[in-house]
């Protein structure tokens, strides 16, 4: 069935033009006519929503007679499906239909589950009229076809013509999505909706009982709150759709009412429980803390006003409440996002689809977009697109939490075992970077930090090792202390920072007079430096003290107090590692040999045989 003047496909200039015009004719014609009579050409579906006329009745009390008595003036619907939002008024719709063909069975659809009361008047030019009485506060078994939605049988023999009138009532959005179906197009279609959805539920309960054990696996809160604010979103949808009063509980009419919003503020709860412990909102700041409890509190008082308010109240205050809740959600997570929680992105990106499709419902519901198929499934299409992405973001938490584990493994083993090649493939990258990093911080420990050059405590534990080396070969080590000569003078004269940027520059040149990877300079302290030569003679070694003396001696040393030219005195002790000799007392020879230097005028190199590799400076 279709309306007497059926709708052509026209373009859009075209089309914005007879909008116009037809805008321009209404302004000048305050009444339209009576009734939109239209006939049933051989189409399966027919929306009716441009084809009706309207009466609103503020104090619900016209009667049939009172709309039919001609004394009210009855306006045309201009919208694809009727939409009043929320209102308190009773409203009336009529429209004639009329069948040319041999078919004689047709269905009546009203698409929207949560009408309060919906009177259907069917008064035929010849016969006896029919009335249906229907709605949501009505026994679901009462109604004529058992169907989530409002089905009317509408029985026309050839060229018959039946007036039908609509009397809509509600405390929900006044939605009336009007349908004519040929039985079995719908029936079809129905089918192919009942399928779409079916897999909606069951893919999202799939995801839930997913996460469900992971929780009974892992005891870890944040998977039940997800579970459970799932399973809300699930019951609300639902609920919105008419499953549940269709299939669960068909004679609860008061609990019917009250389950929409009921499982509205437990998603509200539950959601942020979740976002709560998946986002970590308690250490981003205090701000974020206080309003989280905030909305906890808020979300336990939506749920104390759905359960005791009426609907038509309690309706207007949950839905800004969930609005502003989806709002501060999407802030916290890019907070999250901004301290660093790498999987807050997944929480935005999914929240974002939420809050998207949950803005479309409310902008629907309340007039303010176009009843349709996107408005009608834009919560199910962004509640499944936010099921999915948040529960990849908790498997990839569990990934996270599974490579923080086996970091802290790598960790304990590179401590104990001075690192561990077998661990998994999967983690090989972390497993380097690992490495790399405690390099980095065991070079940090190890070096000293004013000069560059290692520190006493790794001195100590390199010479322990390179006399058990050299005792075990029967090769010679050789250490030289080396002492910046009368260095008190110059912080007492120029100030500390200039007496380190002379250790600075006098660490660089020992630094540089190292030719071979095994050579050790470092800080013994104060103003003592110490080198290790492993594997040299005293040959070798007196060659290298000389070196750095005359290196430190060349060149003036710039710092901050302008060029100071510094002398070093060298003490050196060269021999083969053996019997109880161990490494400090090596170095006491080679500190004594220092003394000697210093005892014979300073700015010279002396060993610990007392042999000198000259006197003075620049003597032979």
Same mark, same amino acid.
């Given at each position: 069935?279709?309306?007497?003047?059926?709708?052509?496909?026209?373009?859009?200039?075209?089309?914005?033009? #007879?909008?116009?015009?037809?805008?321009?004719?209404?302004?000048?014609?305050?009444?339209?006519?009576?009734?939109?009579?239209?006939?049933?050409?051989?189409?399966?579906?027919?929306?009716?929503?441009?084809?009706?006329?309207?009466?609103?009745?503020?104090?619900?009390?016209?009667?049939?007679?009172?709309?039919?008595?001609?004394?009210?003036?009855?306006?045309?619907?201009?919208?694809?499906?009727?939409?009043?939002?929320?209102?308190?008024?009773?409203?009336?719709?009529?429209?004639?239909?009329?069948?040319?063909?041999?078919?004689? %069975?047709?269905?009546?659809? !009203?698409?929207?589950?949560?009408?309060?009361?919906?009177?259907?008047?069917?008064?035929?030019?010849?016969?006896?009229?029919?009335?249906?009485?229907?709605?949501?506060?009505?026994?679901?078994?009462?109604?004529?076809?058992?169907?989530?939605?409002?089905?009317?049988?509408?029985?026309?023999?050839? +060229?018959?013509?039946?007036?039908?009138?609509?009397?809509?009532?509600?405390?929900?959005?006044?939605?009336?999505?009007?349908?004519?179906?040929?039985?079995?197009?719908?029936?079809?279609?129905? !089918?192919?909706?009942?399928?779409?959805?079916?897999?909606?539920?069951?893919?999202?309960?799939?995801? @839930?009982?997913?996460?469900?054990?992971?929780?009974?696996?892992?005891?870890?809160?944040?998977?039940?709150?997800?579970?459970?604010?799932?399973?809300?979103?699930?019951?609300?949808?639902?609920?919105?759709?008419?499953?549940?009063?269709?299939?669960?509980?068909?004679?609860?009419?008061?609990?019917?009412?009250?389950?929409?919003?009921?499982?509205?503020?437990?998603?509200?709860?539950?959601?942020?429980?979740?976002?709560?412990?998946?986002?970590?909102?308690?250490?981003?700041?205090?701000?974020?803390?206080?309003?989280?409890?905030?909305? #906890?509190?808020?979300?336990?008082?939506?749920?104390?006003?759905?359960?005791?308010?009426?609907?038509?109240?309690?309706?207007?205050?949950?839905?800004?409440?969930? @609005?502003?809740?989806?709002?501060?959600? #999407?802030?916290?997570?890019?907070?999250?996002?901004?301290?660093?929680?790498?999987?807050?992105?997944?929480?935005?990106?999914?929240?974002?689809?939420?809050?998207?499709?949950?803005?479309?419902?409310?902008?629907?519901?309340?007039?303010?977009?176009?009843?349709?198929?996107?408005?009608?499934?834009?919560?199910?299409?962004?509640?499944?697109?936010?099921?999915?992405?948040?529960?990849?973001?908790?498997?990839?938490?569990?990934?996270?939490?599974?490579?923080?584990?086996?970091?802290?493994?790598?960790?304990?083993?590179?401590?104990?075992?001075?690192?561990?090649?077998?661990?998994?493939?999967?983690?090989?990258?972390?497993?380097?970077?690992?490495?790399?990093?405690?390099?980095?911080?065991?070079?940090?420990?190890?070096?000293?930090?004013?000069?560059?050059?290692?520190?006493?405590?790794?001195?100590?534990?390199?010479?322990?090792?390179?006399?058990?080396?050299? @005792?075990?070969? +029967?090769?010679?080590?050789?250490?030289?202390?080396?002492?910046?000569?009368?260095?008190?003078?110059?912080?007492?004269?120029?100030?500390?920072?200039?007496?380190?940027?002379?250790?600075?520059?006098?660490?660089?040149?020992?630094?540089?007079?190292?030719?071979?990877?095994?050579?050790?300079?470092?800080?013994? +302290?104060?103003?003592?430096?110490?080198?290790?030569?492993?594997?040299?003679?005293?040959?070798?070694?007196?060659?290298?003290?000389?070196?750095?003396?005359?290196?430190?001696?060349?060149?003036?040393?710039?710092?901050?107090? +302008?060029?100071?030219?510094?002398?070093?005195?060298?003490?050196?002790?060269?021999?083969?590692?053996?019997?109880?000799?161990?490494?400090?007392?090596?170095?006491?020879?080679?500190?004594?040999?220092?003394?000697?230097?210093?005892?014979?005028?300073?700015?010279?190199?002396? %060993?610990? #045989?007392?042999?000198?590799?000259?006197?003075?400076?620049?003597?032979?």
């Amino acid at each position: 069935m279709t309306p007497l003047h059926p709708k052509k496909t026209l373009s859009l200039p075209f089309l914005l033009l #007879m909008t116009a015009l037809i805008w321009l004719w209404t302004l000048a014609a305050p009444r339209v006519l009576a009734a939109t009579l239209f006939d049933t050409p051989a189409l399966d579906k027919t929306p009716l929503g441009h084809n009706v006329e309207f009466l609103e009745d503020p104090d619900g009390m016209l009667s049939l007679d009172d709309v039919r008595s001609g004394q009210h003036e009855w306006r045309s619907s201009k919208d694809e499906v009727f939409n009043r939002g929320y209102n308190r008024s009773a409203w009336w719709l009529r429209f004639d239909v009329r069948n040319p063909h041999l078919q004689d %069975h047709w269905l009546l659809e !009203i698409a929207y589950a949560v009408l309060d009361h919906i009177d259907i008047h069917l008064i035929p030019v010849h016969g006896e009229p029919t009335h249906y009485l229907m709605g949501d506060k009505q026994p679901f078994a009462q109604r004529p076809i058992q169907h989530r939605h409002f089905l009317v049988p509408l029985t026309l023999a050839q +060229g018959e013509q039946v007036s039908v009138y609509l009397r809509v009532a509600s405390t929900s959005s006044v939605q009336v999505p009007l349908i004519l179906w040929n039985p079995s197009a719908f029936q079809m279609e129905d !089918i192919g909706h009942s399928v779409a959805e079916g897999i909606y539920y069951g893919g999202v309960l799939i995801i @839930a009982l997913y996460n469900l054990l992971l929780y009974l696996l892992l005891g870890e809160r944040t998977y039940l709150y997800y579970v459970a604010n799932v399973l809300s979103m699930l019951m609300f949808i639902a609920c919105l759709h008419g499953w549940t009063f269709q299939f669960l509980w068909p004679h609860a009419i008061y609990w019917n009412d009250t389950s929409i919003l009921f499982f509205l503020s437990t998603l509200l709860i539950f959601a942020w429980a979740f976002t709560c412990r998946f986002l970590d909102t308690l250490n981003i700041s205090r701000l974020f803390a206080s309003a989280h409890y905030l909305a #906890m509190s808020g979300s336990f008082l939506m749920l104390g006003i759905a359960l005791t308010l009426p609907y038509d109240i309690a309706i207007r205050i949950i839905i800004p409440f969930a @609005a502003v809740s989806c709002v501060w959600g #999407m802030i916290s997570g890019f907070a999250s996002w901004h301290k660093g929680n790498h999987s807050a992105r997944y929480y935005v990106l999914a929240w974002s689809l939420m809050l998207v499709g949950g803005v479309v419902m409310a902008l629907s519901k309340n007039h303010l977009l176009p009843r349709n198929l996107i408005t009608d499934y834009a919560t199910q299409i962004g509640s499944l697109l936010e099921v999915l992405l948040l529960s990849f973001a908790l498997a990839e938490r569990i990934n996270q939490e599974r490579a923080l584990r086996l970091q802290a493994q790598q960790e304990a083993l590179t401590v104990q075992r001075q690192a561990n090649e077998a661990l998994e493939q999967r983690v090989a990258e972390r497993t380097l970077a690992l490495e790399e990093a405690n390099r980095k911080l065991q070079d940090l420990s190890d070096t000293d930090q004013l000069t560059g050059l290692k520190n006493r405590r790794f001195l100590n534990s390199y010479l322990d090792k390179e006399f058990s080396r050299a @005792a075990r070969y +029967g090769h010679p080590v050789a250490v030289l202390m080396i002492d910046v000569d009368h260095f008190k003078s110059v912080n007492d004269n120029y100030g500390h920072l200039a007496g380190d940027d002379c250790l600075q520059e006098t660490a660089n040149r020992i630094r540089q007079q190292m030719r071979w990877p095994s050579d050790l300079a470092a800080r013994y +302290g104060g103003e003592e430096f110490c080198v290790v030569l492993p594997e040299t003679t005293l040959e070798g070694a007196l060659t290298v003290a000389e070196r750095i003396r005359a290196r430190v001696e060349a060149t003036p040393i710039s710092s901050r107090a +302008g060029d100071l030219r510094l002398t070093v005195s060298v003490g050196l002790q060269v021999g083969n590692p053996r019997g109880s000799l161990d490494a400090g007392q090596f170095v006491d020879q080679a500190d004594a040999a220092l003394y000697q230097a210093k005892q014979r005028g300073r700015n010279r190199v002396a %060993h610990s #045989m007392g042999a000198s590799s000259g006197l003075a400076a620049g003597e032979a």
